[in-house]
């Protein structure tokens, strides 16, 4: 599904990323990316998302160099994102954001995603007003909408408690099963990383430090010392 190919990101002096190699299977798959501030997370989201352009480096899509494509392509051709900041609107209602949404991407398949996300209570509240784990649920369908096949999330379960994150990510593993999705998560959480993905990648400033099974990576003498030990 992604082939991310010795991609770097440097901010003058400062490399964000430096020479990432990572492939990430297609079809039902959550894959999360774990590690400590400042390891290039959210930078290595944005490479992908195409909100940044590598400094080097390749991101491949299903076999097709992207690296170039802007947002708006992705978008439309089945890779979807999602930010540690909800980014939804507070005096629209549920219901009035995410047809807005749909009708921009000519999906007419709405009623599915509010199904899947068990939003149906909460359409005719305005997103302001609702609670801050059912604006996280909303976040979420609005980035499902188009039926994406690659869907990345940074840190969905920003603000919320450990409870909350952990069922966030139940939901989402069920629904890339259902789906055939893949999902790659940023999270700081790593009890729901470690419970709920398929693959974790951790990354440490800047470098890909270890890709493995949640037993594997859980288990990296590498990981415990860079992260793992730290968060304990």
């Not at 599904?1 to 990430?24: K, N, Q």
């Not at 899947?116 to 909303?138: F, N, S, W």
Request: positive net charge; charged residues 25%.
């Amino acid at each position: 599904m992604l082939r991310i190919e010795r991609v770097s990101v440097s901010y003058g002096r400062v490399r964000a990323l430096d020479e990432v190699d990572l492939v990430i299977d297609g079809g039902g798959v959550l894959h999360g990316i774990i590690g400590p501030n400042g390891a290039g997370k959210s930078t290595l989201m944005d490479a992908v998302s195409g909100r940044i352009l590598p400094t080097a480096g390749r991101v491949r899509y299903r076999g097709e160099d992207i690296t170039r494509r802007s947002v708006a392509w992705r978008r439309h051709r089945g890779i979807s994102r999602s930010f540690q900041r909800t980014s939804i609107f507070p005096n629209l209602t549920v219901f009035e954001q995410l047809r807005l949404v749909a009708r921009h991407l000519r999906d007419d398949r709405l009623a599915d995603v509010i199904a899947v996300m068990d939003l149906a209570d909460y359409l005719h509240e305005k997103a302001g007003q609702i609670a801050y784990g059912v604006q996280r649920r909303v976040d979420v369908a609005l980035a499902l909408i188009g039926r994406p096949q690659l869907l990345l999330m940074d840190e969905p379960g920003a603000g919320l408690s450990a409870r909350e994150t952990l069922g966030l990510f139940q939901h989402l593993r069920a629904l890339v099963r259902e789906r055939g999705i893949t999902a790659v998560v940023v999270e700081h959480d790593v009890d729901a990383v470690f419970a709920c993905c398929d693959t974790v990648t951790v990354l440490d400033l800047g470098k890909l430090l270890v890709t493995g099974s949640p037993a594997e990576v859980r288990g990296d003498a590498r990981v415990v010392e860079a992260y793992l030990g730290s968060a304990a």
